[in-house]
């Protein structure tokens, strides 16, 4: 069964491990959000598909689910002592990557070109494509002004309140290649359990995706990241409230309407399914909390074992 997942970070990536377990990798195609990207030290960083390429080669940091295990800061402290910016902490180990592909990207190559060398070289063994080789930056309204979505998430700790969230370049941006062809051949497309609005939403703001999505014939199932009233991680609840629609897996389904088939939500949402459809998507109460890695592989097979 081909298989694509639009995917953001460290929810994403948990999911996505579980999945290479039960279905042949080889199968799989990884559409990854860069609304997050950001340049820091004069290095092109893309967070969410560095913690999926992390977390699938074993190399992540599990207790903070992204950035390389094991590492050390020693540049962060060197920068420090410049008065340089660290906010965002980028470890000795992981900035090999960041190095290569700012390398890369200076030399004129296209970030999906760059992104599918280092998924090999990691030897993933599926494909990982970035959602556009564009920049599509995801920017929040906070009271003081717009923020970058790492200014907001890393710098202020999400603690402004949310206005509005913006995807500039969005309308501009094409689908890097293989991005629709995927979503056509696919028999599953699966919406891993990511914020909505600033990891998922940004590929959706790519209009060809949106329309490749409605015109597949993949069953579309999605993974709720919202579990009663509150994001399992994040601040997806803040987003979705600027967005206009209920903090709830009623709310995620509502958001994703136009494309979903059905969504598996916590078992204590159960009672949101009679909501949920009124969407047109079926609600199927799971176990969607991932505590361990038996947890992740238990969530690919029940997203896989969906039929309608
Ligand atoms: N998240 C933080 O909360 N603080 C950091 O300093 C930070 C550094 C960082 C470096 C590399 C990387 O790949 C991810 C990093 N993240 C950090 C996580 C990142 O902000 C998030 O994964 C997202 O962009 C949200 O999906």
């Known amino acids: 069964v081909k298989v694509v997942a639009l995917a953001g970070g460290t929810g994403a990536a948990k999911f996505l491990r579980g999945l290479v377990d039960v279905m042949p990798a080889a199968d799989l195609t990884i ?16 967070p969410d598909l560095d913690t999926v390429a992390y977390t699938l080669a ?24 410049l008065e340089l910016p660290t906010y965002f902490a980028l ?13 890369r990207l200076r030399a004129g190559e296209p970030l999906s070109q760059v992104t599918g060398d280092l998924a090999r070289r990691l030897r993933l063994g599926c494909r990982l494509i970035p959602m556009s080789d564009q920049r599509v930056a995801t920017e929040i309204e ?6 970058s979505f790492q200014e907001f998430f890393v710098r ?27 979503v056509l051949a696919a028999e599953r497309v699966i919406i891993c359990p990511s914020n909505p609005v600033s990891s998922i939403g940004p590929i959706l703001a790519v209009a060809p995706i949106r329309r490749a ?3 597949t014939r993949a069953t579309v199932v999605g993974v709720s990241p919202i ?32 494309w979903l088939d059905a969504l598996l939500v916590d078992r204590g949402d159960a009672d949101l399914a009679p909501r949920i459809a009124e969407h047109g998507v079926r609600a199927l109460p799971t176990e969607i909390i991932m505590r361990d890695h038996a947890a992740e592989v238990e969530l690919a097979r029940a997203v896989l074992d969906v039929a309608l």
């Open 31 to 46: 559409v990854g959000n860069t609304g997050d990207d950001l340049e820091m030290w004069g290095l092109a960083i893309s």
């Open 58 to 81: 074993g190399l992540v940091d599990e207790a903070k689910g992204w950035g390389v295990k094991h590492d050390s800061f020693s540049c962060r402290d060197a920068m420090a002592a």
């Open 91 to 103: 470890g000795d180990r992981d900035l090999a990557v960041h190095l290569h592909r700012s390398e």
């Open 142 to 147: 906070t009271p003081g002004g717009w923020l």
């Open 156 to 182: 202020e700790r999400c603690r402004p309140a949310v206005l509005g969230v913006r995807y500039v370049g969005a309308e501009q941006a094409a689908p890097a290649p293989g991005v629709i062809e995927a």
């Open 213 to 215: 999505l409605a015109a």
């Open 227 to 258: 579990v009663g009233r509150a994001p399992v991680s994040g601040p997806a609840g803040k987003m979705m409230e600027a967005r206009g629609v209920e903090v709830s897996a009623v709310g995620v389904a509502e958001l994703y309407r136009e």
